[in-house]
T-cell receptor, first 114, second 114 residues
């Protein structure tokens, strides 16, 4: 079945450590996105990528990094520079700036900094 | 700014209708969306409406669009306990043509009481 897979679902990290969240899609979508969700804050865009080997900062990119070496994969690294990393992270993909613009989401990864 | 506004909470009794309201900012948005998020999960697209439509009905869901007031609503008929979730309104971003990104509201948490 086609879809988006995020891993791990739960992750605990000590302060000062970098962690990488995985996002893989087999929908053959060109565009991929990372959002952060905090209670009562909705979704905020961290980074997005319209095409392989290219990505753009979203609204809250500071303290995060991404890569897009393959069409299927868009990993997110939460660095030690991110001051408040505890959150629910959602990866999404779309066909790009075409058609209805619908986003397809993964099931999310919950990061807790101890 | 690019804020999509929604009330944060709605509580209804099982069997009643639920109406979730949203105001958006960009009159040039091509599509407007309603997403559903169950606890601990990603977002799933419920329905969307093209901006040249006033209404769209899909089984128990009715979407109403008032372009003049930039107001979007989602009505759920015969609300069930399984409808308890967070509902997000979203519009295509001001730069949607190049980003393919969506702007989300903060979400309305719907609680259905038996």
């Amino acid at each position: 079945d086609g879809g988006i897979t995020q891993s791990p679902k739960y992750l605990f990290r000590k302060e000062g450590q970098n962690v990488t969240l995985s996002c893989e899609q087999n929908l053959n979508h060109d565009a991929m996105y990372w959002y952060r969700q905090d209670p009562g804050q909705g979704l905020r865009l961290i980074y997005y990528s319209q095409i392989v080997n290219d990505f753009q900062k979203g609204d809250i990119a500071e303290g995060y990094s991404v890569s897009r070496e393959k069409k299927e994969s868009f990993p997110l690294t939460v660095t030690s520079a991110q001051k408040n990393p505890t959150a629910f992270y959602l990866c999404a993909s779309s066909m790009g700036a075409t058609a209805t613009g619908e986003l397809f989401f993964g099931e999310g990864s919950r990061l807790t900094v101890l | 700014g690019e804020d999509v506004e929604q009330s944060l909470f709605l509580s209804v009794r099982e069997g009643d209708s639920s109406v979730i309201n949203c105001t958006y900012t960009d009159s040039s948005s091509t599509y407007l969306y309603w997403y559903k998020q169950e606890p601990g999960a990603g977002l799933q697209l419920l329905t969307y409406i093209f901006s040249n439509m006033d209404m769209k009905q899909d089984q128990r869901l009715t979407v109403l669009l008032n372009k003049k007031d930039k107001h979007l609503s989602l009505r759920i008929a015969d609300t069930q306990t399984g409808d308890s979730a967070i509902y997000f309104c979203a519009e295509t971003s001001r730069n949607g043509g190049s980003q393919g990104n969506l702007i989300f509201g903060k979400g309305t948490k719907l609680s259905v009481k038996p």
